[in-house]
């Protein structure tokens, strides 16, 4: 189940949240490791950052008006990464 922190925007659906860390280093690690996630997973979210933040837009496979199971997942996965890294 996503989390609350998600927010779910639609036509088509996507998902959006921004993930915010102490510093860079913490930052930096987020971002190797959601390479590595998106890598296995096959999948590439839109990414933005900053010195101590992350944007991350996770949109419906193309043609598609909702969200796949798997990219909540990768969304639930993404959450993990968070805590790992913090």
Not at 19 to 33: A, I, K
Not at 66 to 71: M, P, V
Not at 78 to 84: R, S, Y
Request: aromatic share 12%.
């Amino acid at each position: 189940m996503v989390s609350d922190e998600w927010k779910l925007r639609g036509k088509p659906e996507r998902l959006e949240r921004k993930y915010l860390f102490d510093n860079y280093d913490q930052l930096r690690d987020f971002l190797d490791d959601a390479a590595k996630l998106s890598e296995k997973a096959e999948f590439y979210p839109d990414m933005g950052f900053g010195k101590d933040y992350v944007n991350v837009t996770i949109h419906s496979n193309e043609g598609e008006e909702t969200l796949a199971e798997n990219l909540k997942t990768f969304a639930d996965d993404l959450d993990n990464l968070l805590a790992k890294a913090n």
